[in-house]
């Protein structure tokens, strides 16, 4: 296969409620230094140049997308589900419809990831358009790992090497992130992210290292946070 003729597109699952956020309504929609969460990914996304095009996968109910993200010249598909992976399942087939071949790659990103740096983008896109299964932008775990107990009490210091965490985007080819995400929902497997999906198949993505300002905003202090640095920026 020609690696080169493989082109790359992200997908954005922007169905959420974001119930923990505590905004008031879906978190994406929120405003964080002068503009939307879900806008300010978008523009991430938009200023790397190997991504062919953004598709943004909304709920059926959606009707606050176009006010919130006046900009984005992507595509658009109100085919989102109850979970993140229903919603990515039904961006892919999206993206089926618009003639993206089943070679060519998915970069599946976070809405809520609003601090996503295209530099990052590029260097997964760098890291994995040669790899035989692709792979994901992540961390290596650096703070002490603790299990706690019901009463929320430690219950054992766990051993945090070779520990990373997970990131977005998560960047695989679209015919067999699709087949991993129908096995998966065939066997009741549970998918956290696209990863799990494709290590249920017995295949290792690989780890990119990805940046500490990469989080995705889930608590209400996230965004007091995200403020501040999005506000430092150039």
Sequence with gaps: MNELAARCFALVP???VGLRAGQGGPKQYSTVAGRS????TLAALAAVPQLAQTLVVLSPEDTQFEAHAPDFAGWITRTGGATRADSVAAGL???RAQGVAEHDWVL???AARCLLQPAAVQRLIEACVGDAIGGLLALPLADTLKAAGPDDRVNATLDRSAKWLAQTP???RLGLLQRALHEA???GVNVTDEASAIEALGL???LVPGELE????TWPADFALAERLLASRP
Excluded at 214 to 217: A, E, G, P, Y
Aim: net charge neutral; charged share 10%; with cysteine.
């Design 214 to 217: 990469n989080f995705k905003l």
């Design 170 to 172: 998560q960047m695989f």
């Design 108 to 110: 599946v990103h976070d």
């Design 185 to 187: 929902a065939a066997t």
């Design 14 to 16: 922007c169905a959420g």
């Design 93 to 95: 087939q999206a993206l």
């Design 204 to 206: 290792a993505p690989q």
């Design 37 to 40: 969460v879900v806008a300010h």
